[in-house]
Protein backbone atom coordinates (compact mmCIF):
# COMPACT_ATOMS: atom_id res chain seq x y z
CA UNK A 1 0.00 0.00 0.00
CA UNK A 2 2.95 2.79 0.73
CA UNK A 3 4.92 1.74 -2.36
CA UNK A 4 1.43 2.52 -4.22
CA UNK A 5 0.75 5.19 -2.60
CA UNK A 6 4.09 6.80 -3.40
CA UNK A 7 3.48 5.71 -7.32
CA UNK A 8 0.87 7.30 -7.32
CA UNK A 9 1.93 10.50 -5.79
CA UNK A 10 4.66 11.35 -8.32
CA UNK A 11 2.42 10.44 -11.29
CA UNK A 12 0.19 12.87 -10.44
CA UNK A 13 2.65 15.66 -9.69
CA UNK A 14 4.20 14.28 -13.30
CA UNK A 15 0.84 14.88 -15.17
CA UNK A 16 0.47 18.47 -13.37
CA UNK A 17 3.84 19.42 -15.03
CA UNK A 18 5.50 22.41 -14.19
CA UNK A 19 3.82 24.86 -11.55
CA UNK A 20 2.53 28.02 -12.77
CA UNK A 21 4.44 30.89 -12.52
CA UNK A 22 3.37 34.56 -10.78
CA UNK A 23 2.92 36.21 -13.45
CA UNK A 24 0.25 33.61 -15.62
CA UNK A 25 -1.27 33.13 -11.88
CA UNK A 26 -4.32 34.93 -13.50
CA UNK A 27 -5.30 36.74 -16.42
CA UNK A 28 -4.07 40.27 -15.32
CA UNK A 29 -1.10 38.86 -13.19
CA UNK A 30 1.52 39.44 -16.09
CA UNK A 31 1.12 43.32 -15.38
CA UNK A 32 1.86 43.05 -11.49
CA UNK A 33 5.27 41.29 -12.67
CA UNK A 34 6.34 43.27 -15.57
CA UNK A 35 4.84 46.49 -14.66
CA UNK A 36 3.45 48.47 -17.35
CA UNK A 37 5.70 51.59 -16.87
CA UNK A 38 8.91 49.13 -16.89
CA UNK A 39 8.23 46.68 -19.87
CA UNK A 40 5.95 46.22 -22.65
CA UNK A 41 4.99 42.60 -22.19
CA UNK A 42 2.89 39.95 -24.04
CA UNK A 43 2.10 36.36 -23.49
CA UNK A 44 2.89 33.59 -26.11
CA UNK A 45 1.71 30.20 -26.22
CA UNK A 46 3.09 27.68 -28.75
CA UNK A 47 3.80 23.66 -29.11
CA UNK A 48 7.39 24.29 -28.46
CA UNK A 49 8.92 26.82 -26.12
CA UNK A 50 10.61 28.26 -28.92
CA UNK A 51 6.87 28.51 -30.51
CA UNK A 52 5.92 30.45 -27.67
CA UNK A 53 8.56 32.53 -27.87
CA UNK A 54 7.80 33.53 -31.49
CA UNK A 55 4.58 33.58 -30.85
CA UNK A 56 4.60 36.25 -27.92
CA UNK A 57 6.98 38.24 -30.22
CA UNK A 58 4.58 38.05 -32.27
CA UNK A 59 1.61 39.74 -30.43
CA UNK A 60 4.40 42.89 -29.38
CA UNK A 61 4.74 43.68 -32.97
CA UNK A 62 0.59 43.24 -33.48
CA UNK A 63 0.56 45.51 -30.63
CA UNK A 64 2.68 48.20 -32.45
CA UNK A 65 1.18 47.72 -35.34
CA UNK A 66 -2.38 48.31 -34.84
CA UNK A 67 -1.56 51.00 -32.60
CA UNK A 68 0.37 52.69 -35.26
CA UNK A 69 -1.98 51.54 -38.04
CA UNK A 70 -4.77 53.39 -35.65
CA UNK A 71 -3.17 56.78 -34.89
CA UNK A 72 -1.91 56.68 -38.73
CA UNK A 73 -6.17 56.50 -39.83
CA UNK A 74 -6.96 59.24 -37.49
CA UNK A 75 -4.09 61.60 -39.27
CA UNK A 76 -4.91 60.27 -42.71
CA UNK A 77 -8.32 61.95 -42.33
CA UNK A 78 -6.76 65.28 -42.34
CA UNK A 79 -4.89 64.96 -45.02
CA UNK A 80 -6.13 65.67 -48.44
CA UNK A 81 -4.93 65.38 -52.07
CA UNK A 82 -3.21 62.11 -51.39
CA UNK A 83 -5.19 59.35 -52.23
CA UNK A 84 -2.48 56.51 -51.77
CA UNK A 85 -1.89 57.25 -48.63
CA UNK A 86 -3.63 54.78 -46.33
CA UNK A 87 -2.36 51.80 -47.90
CA UNK A 88 1.22 52.96 -47.96
CA UNK A 89 1.09 53.88 -44.42
CA UNK A 90 -0.25 50.66 -43.10
CA UNK A 91 2.66 48.94 -45.16
CA UNK A 92 5.23 51.40 -43.97
CA UNK A 93 4.03 51.19 -40.30
CA UNK A 94 4.50 47.43 -40.35
CA UNK A 95 7.48 47.55 -41.75
CA UNK A 96 9.13 49.49 -39.57
CA UNK A 97 8.13 48.39 -36.37
CA UNK A 98 9.46 44.93 -37.73
CA UNK A 99 12.43 46.64 -38.64
CA UNK A 100 12.82 48.79 -34.60
CA UNK A 101 11.74 45.30 -32.73
CA UNK A 102 14.66 43.05 -34.06
CA UNK A 103 17.22 46.22 -33.45
CA UNK A 104 16.08 46.52 -30.21
CA UNK A 105 15.58 42.70 -29.45
CA UNK A 106 12.88 41.20 -27.59
CA UNK A 107 13.86 38.92 -24.13
CA UNK A 108 12.07 36.28 -22.91
CA UNK A 109 10.77 35.17 -19.42
CA UNK A 110 13.09 32.27 -17.77
CA UNK A 111 10.68 30.66 -16.17
CA UNK A 112 8.53 29.72 -19.49
CA UNK A 113 6.37 26.60 -18.56
CA UNK A 114 4.48 23.63 -19.90
CA UNK A 115 0.85 23.33 -19.55
CA UNK A 116 -0.13 19.86 -19.60
CA UNK A 117 -3.83 21.05 -19.29
CA UNK A 118 -3.82 22.42 -22.79
CA UNK A 119 -0.81 20.91 -23.92
CA UNK A 120 1.01 24.16 -24.56
CA UNK A 121 4.41 25.64 -23.70
CA UNK A 122 3.56 29.67 -22.31
CA UNK A 123 6.28 32.71 -21.91
CA UNK A 124 6.26 36.29 -21.88
CA UNK A 125 8.06 38.11 -24.58
CA UNK A 126 8.87 41.56 -23.04
CA UNK A 127 10.45 44.62 -23.87
CA UNK A 128 12.53 46.72 -20.95
CA UNK A 129 11.26 50.27 -22.09
CA UNK A 130 14.49 52.09 -20.63
CA UNK A 131 16.65 49.81 -22.24
CA UNK A 132 14.86 49.94 -25.75
CA UNK A 133 14.77 53.81 -25.36
CA UNK A 134 18.78 53.92 -25.65
CA UNK A 135 18.66 52.06 -28.82
CA UNK A 136 15.82 54.16 -30.38
CA UNK A 137 16.28 57.90 -29.12
CA UNK A 138 19.24 58.29 -31.32
CA UNK A 139 17.68 56.90 -34.31
CA UNK A 140 14.51 59.04 -33.59
CA UNK A 141 16.99 62.41 -32.67
CA UNK A 142 18.43 62.05 -36.14
CA UNK A 143 14.93 62.18 -38.01
CA UNK A 144 13.59 64.88 -35.39
CA UNK A 145 16.81 67.16 -36.81
CA UNK A 146 16.16 66.70 -40.34
CA UNK A 147 13.03 68.23 -39.75
CA UNK A 148 13.93 70.99 -37.20
CA UNK A 149 16.45 71.93 -39.63
CA UNK A 150 13.82 71.77 -42.55
CA UNK A 151 11.55 75.07 -40.37
CA UNK A 152 15.06 76.73 -39.47
CA UNK A 153 15.92 77.13 -42.65
CA UNK A 154 12.69 78.20 -44.28
CA UNK A 155 12.38 80.72 -41.42
CA UNK A 156 15.85 81.81 -42.65
CA UNK A 157 15.13 82.07 -46.29
CA UNK A 158 14.24 85.74 -47.26
CA UNK A 159 12.37 84.49 -50.94
CA UNK A 160 8.90 84.02 -50.13
CA UNK A 161 8.11 81.25 -52.77
CA UNK A 162 11.19 79.48 -51.88
CA UNK A 163 10.68 80.04 -48.03
CA UNK A 164 7.08 78.43 -48.80
CA UNK A 165 8.57 75.32 -50.60
CA UNK A 166 10.95 75.01 -47.50
CA UNK A 167 7.81 75.28 -45.77
CA UNK A 168 6.23 72.38 -48.17
CA UNK A 169 8.89 70.35 -47.66
CA UNK A 170 8.89 69.96 -44.00
CA UNK A 171 5.09 69.62 -44.14
CA UNK A 172 5.41 66.63 -45.89
CA UNK A 173 8.27 65.46 -44.14
CA UNK A 174 6.39 65.90 -41.01
CA UNK A 175 3.44 64.01 -42.38
CA UNK A 176 5.26 61.03 -44.15
CA UNK A 177 4.80 57.49 -42.71
CA UNK A 178 8.40 57.23 -41.07
CA UNK A 179 8.71 60.49 -39.90
CA UNK A 180 4.50 59.71 -38.47
CA UNK A 181 5.32 56.15 -37.35
CA UNK A 182 8.93 57.09 -35.37
CA UNK A 183 6.94 59.66 -33.55
CA UNK A 184 4.16 57.07 -32.39
CA UNK A 185 6.28 53.74 -31.96
CA UNK A 186 8.66 56.67 -29.73
CA UNK A 187 5.41 57.12 -27.59
CA UNK A 188 4.28 53.81 -27.11
CA UNK A 189 7.70 52.62 -26.72
CA UNK A 190 8.32 54.92 -23.17
CA UNK A 191 5.97 58.10 -23.42
CA UNK A 192 7.73 59.48 -20.65
CA UNK A 193 10.85 60.45 -21.90
CA UNK A 194 9.37 60.78 -25.09
CA UNK A 195 6.90 63.52 -23.93
CA UNK A 196 10.10 65.10 -21.96
CA UNK A 197 12.64 64.84 -24.77
CA UNK A 198 11.19 65.98 -27.51
CA UNK A 199 8.63 68.27 -26.24
CA UNK A 200 10.29 70.76 -28.47
CA UNK A 201 10.09 68.84 -31.80
CA UNK A 202 6.17 68.55 -31.16
CA UNK A 203 5.91 72.29 -30.74
CA UNK A 204 7.71 72.72 -33.95
CA UNK A 205 5.08 70.22 -35.38
CA UNK A 206 1.75 71.68 -34.21
CA UNK A 207 3.33 75.43 -35.60
CA UNK A 208 4.16 74.38 -38.68
CA UNK A 209 0.40 74.20 -40.66
CA UNK A 210 0.28 78.17 -40.03
CA UNK A 211 3.72 78.73 -40.94
CA UNK A 212 3.41 77.11 -44.28
CA UNK A 213 -0.09 79.02 -44.66
CA UNK A 214 1.00 82.38 -44.10
CA UNK A 215 3.98 81.03 -46.31
CA UNK A 216 2.08 80.29 -49.30
CA UNK A 217 -0.36 83.39 -48.95
CA UNK A 218 2.68 85.48 -49.93
CA UNK A 219 4.03 83.45 -52.30
CA UNK A 220 1.20 84.15 -55.69
CA UNK A 221 2.45 82.76 -58.77
CA UNK A 222 1.72 84.29 -62.04
CA UNK A 223 0.94 81.90 -64.95
CA UNK A 224 2.05 82.98 -68.27
CA UNK A 225 1.06 80.56 -71.73
CA UNK A 226 1.37 82.80 -74.48
CA UNK A 227 0.37 80.19 -77.02
CA UNK A 228 -2.38 78.67 -75.19
CA UNK A 229 -6.03 77.91 -77.77
CA UNK A 230 -8.58 78.89 -75.61
CA UNK A 231 -6.80 79.34 -72.31
CA UNK A 232 -7.28 75.75 -71.81
CA UNK A 233 -3.93 74.70 -70.23
CA UNK A 234 -3.87 78.25 -68.31
CA UNK A 235 -6.88 77.56 -66.74
CA UNK A 236 -5.93 73.62 -65.34
CA UNK A 237 -2.94 74.83 -64.43
CA UNK A 238 -3.83 78.36 -62.57
CA UNK A 239 -6.33 75.96 -60.65
CA UNK A 240 -3.88 73.15 -59.72
CA UNK A 241 -1.34 75.95 -58.24
CA UNK A 242 -4.71 77.58 -56.12
CA UNK A 243 -5.46 74.01 -55.48
CA UNK A 244 -1.83 73.83 -53.09
CA UNK A 245 -3.14 76.73 -51.52
CA UNK A 246 -0.72 79.66 -53.65
CA UNK A 247 -2.68 82.62 -55.28
CA UNK A 248 -2.31 83.25 -58.86
CA UNK A 249 -1.34 85.89 -59.33
CA UNK A 250 -2.86 88.81 -62.15
CA UNK A 251 0.31 90.90 -62.44
CA UNK A 252 3.57 89.33 -63.09
CA UNK A 253 5.79 92.03 -62.06
CA UNK A 254 4.31 91.99 -58.68
CA UNK A 255 4.24 87.72 -58.11
CA UNK A 256 6.86 86.28 -56.07
CA UNK A 257 7.28 83.56 -58.67
CA UNK A 258 6.62 83.35 -62.14
CA UNK A 259 4.98 79.97 -64.11
CA UNK A 260 6.19 80.04 -67.97
CA UNK A 261 4.60 77.48 -69.82
CA UNK A 262 5.47 76.36 -73.64
CA UNK A 263 3.56 73.92 -75.36
CA UNK A 264 4.84 72.18 -78.86
CA UNK A 265 1.62 71.47 -80.55
CA UNK A 266 3.10 68.47 -82.70
CA UNK A 267 1.08 69.78 -85.57
CA UNK A 268 1.11 67.91 -88.36
CA UNK A 269 -1.39 68.08 -91.74
CA UNK A 270 -2.32 64.86 -93.82
CA UNK A 271 -4.94 64.01 -96.60
CA UNK A 272 -6.95 62.94 -93.93
CA UNK A 273 -7.20 65.81 -92.13
CA UNK A 274 -5.34 67.01 -88.89
CA UNK A 275 -3.00 65.55 -86.38
CA UNK A 276 -1.83 66.89 -83.01
CA UNK A 277 0.66 65.35 -80.44
CA UNK A 278 1.28 67.83 -78.20
CA UNK A 279 3.62 68.19 -75.26
CA UNK A 280 4.09 70.88 -72.62
CA UNK A 281 6.65 72.03 -70.15
CA UNK A 282 6.08 74.40 -67.27
CA UNK A 283 8.69 75.78 -65.20
CA UNK A 284 8.63 77.78 -62.10
CA UNK A 285 10.97 80.17 -61.50
CA UNK A 286 11.62 83.63 -60.11
CA UNK A 287 15.32 85.96 -59.43
CA UNK A 288 16.13 83.41 -56.76
CA UNK A 289 16.21 80.23 -59.33
CA UNK A 290 14.00 78.08 -61.05
CA UNK A 291 11.97 75.84 -58.91
CA UNK A 292 10.03 73.07 -60.43
CA UNK A 293 10.11 71.80 -63.66
CA UNK A 294 6.71 69.83 -65.02
CA UNK A 295 6.58 67.80 -68.23
CA UNK A 296 4.28 65.98 -70.02
CA UNK A 297 2.39 64.52 -73.20
CA UNK A 298 -1.00 64.71 -74.21
CA UNK A 299 -2.93 62.15 -75.85
CA UNK A 300 -3.10 62.58 -79.96
CA UNK A 301 -5.83 64.40 -81.44
CA UNK A 302 -7.59 64.21 -84.90
CA UNK A 303 -10.21 65.83 -86.97
CA UNK A 304 -10.97 67.08 -90.18
CA UNK A 305 -11.22 70.16 -88.62
CA UNK A 306 -8.33 72.03 -86.87
CA UNK A 307 -10.28 74.19 -84.80
CA UNK A 308 -11.65 70.68 -83.22
CA UNK A 309 -8.41 68.57 -83.38
CA UNK A 310 -6.51 71.67 -81.78
CA UNK A 311 -8.85 71.77 -78.57
CA UNK A 312 -8.56 68.02 -78.19
CA UNK A 313 -4.89 68.37 -78.28
CA UNK A 314 -5.31 70.96 -75.80
CA UNK A 315 -7.71 69.22 -73.66
CA UNK A 316 -6.04 66.17 -73.66
CA UNK A 317 -2.94 68.24 -72.17
CA UNK A 318 -5.26 70.25 -69.28
CA UNK A 319 -6.30 66.39 -68.36
CA UNK A 320 -2.73 65.52 -68.08
CA UNK A 321 -2.61 68.36 -65.69
CA UNK A 322 -5.28 67.76 -63.63
CA UNK A 323 -3.51 64.07 -62.74
CA UNK A 324 -0.23 64.75 -62.33
CA UNK A 325 0.58 68.52 -61.69
CA UNK A 326 0.05 68.59 -58.10
CA UNK A 327 1.47 65.16 -57.29
CA UNK A 328 4.89 66.32 -58.78
CA UNK A 329 4.62 69.45 -57.40
CA UNK A 330 5.11 68.13 -53.97
CA UNK A 331 7.20 65.19 -54.82
CA UNK A 332 9.85 66.97 -56.70
CA UNK A 333 12.51 67.71 -55.10
CA UNK A 334 13.69 71.39 -54.51
CA UNK A 335 16.19 72.92 -56.72
CA UNK A 336 18.22 74.14 -53.97
CA UNK A 337 22.36 73.91 -53.84
CA UNK A 338 21.96 72.95 -49.79
CA UNK A 339 18.88 70.32 -49.84
CA UNK A 340 21.15 67.20 -49.29
CA UNK A 341 20.27 67.24 -45.76
CA UNK A 342 17.08 65.60 -46.82
CA UNK A 343 18.33 62.03 -47.25
CA UNK A 344 20.87 61.84 -43.94
CA UNK A 345 22.90 58.49 -43.64
Not at 49 to 56: F, K, L, V
Not at 96 to 103: A, D, E, L, M
Not at 233 to 262: D, Q
Not at 299 to 317: I, N
Request: aromatic share 10%.
Amino acid sequence: MKISSVIIFFLLLSCAGAPTPPWDSSPDAIQLIYHDNEYIAMRGRGHTRSGAEANGAAQIALFFNSQIRSELRITEREIINNRNIQSSSEIESETFVRSQIIVFGIRYAQDAYFNKAQNEWITVAYINREEAWQVYAPRFNQQTQVFLRLIEEAEKDTDPFRKSLRLMTANSYAASPNFQNAEIFGQLLHPVRMNREFASVRAQNARLPVLFDNARKNASIYVECPNDFESIVTTAISREIAALGFPVANNKNTAAAVCAITINEGRQQRDLGVFYHPSLQAIISNNAGTHFTFNIEGERAQAVTPDVAKRRAYQSLAEKVRNNFSAEFIRQPLLLNNNNFLNPE
